[in-house]
């Protein structure tokens, strides 16, 4: 079991930087990939980056390639999403996840957040 724990979220204006962060409870977090979701209002929950176990790979969605960029520290059981240039558009519901292997699919995802609140006003 895998108990996650998102922190971070606010409001911030456009072009403002935010750091998520993802506390995990468990011995076992450096053995699962991570991931970051969001969810806004009237849409459907969409990837944003995932990271390795290892750390040695990332994905990111198109839509925020270049702007975040997420890590992980296994000491300290934590995952991180910078986000930088923040938009509108960013604003929702941020999740973190984790699970057996990197995907951008979420039901491939075992545990789960319950998620910090973004707010990106123009």
């Known amino acids: 079991q895998v108990q996650l724990v998102e922190s971070g979220g606010g409001l911030v204006q456009a072009g403002g930087s935010l750091r998520l962060s993802c506390a995990a409870s468990?011995?076992?977090?450096?053995?699962?990939?991570m991931g970051w979701f969001r969810r806004a209002p009237g849409k459907e929950r969409e990837f944003v980056a995932a990271?390795?176990?290892?750390?040695?790979?990332?994905y990111y969605a198109d839509s925020v390639k270049g702007r975040f960029t997420i890590s992980r520290d296994n000491a300290k059981n934590t995952v991180y999403l910078q986000m930088n240039s923040l938009e509108p558009e960013d604003t929702a519901v941020y999740y973190c996840?984790?699970?057996?292997?990197?995907?951008?699919?979420?039901?491939?995802?075992?545990?789960w957040g319950q998620g910090t609140q973004v707010t990106v006003s123009s």
């Open positions: 990271i390795k176990w290892s750390g040695a790979r990332t």
């Open positions: 996840a984790a699970g057996p292997t990197i995907t951008i699919v979420h039901a491939q995802y075992a545990y």
């Open positions: 468990g011995r076992t977090f450096n053995s699962y990939d």
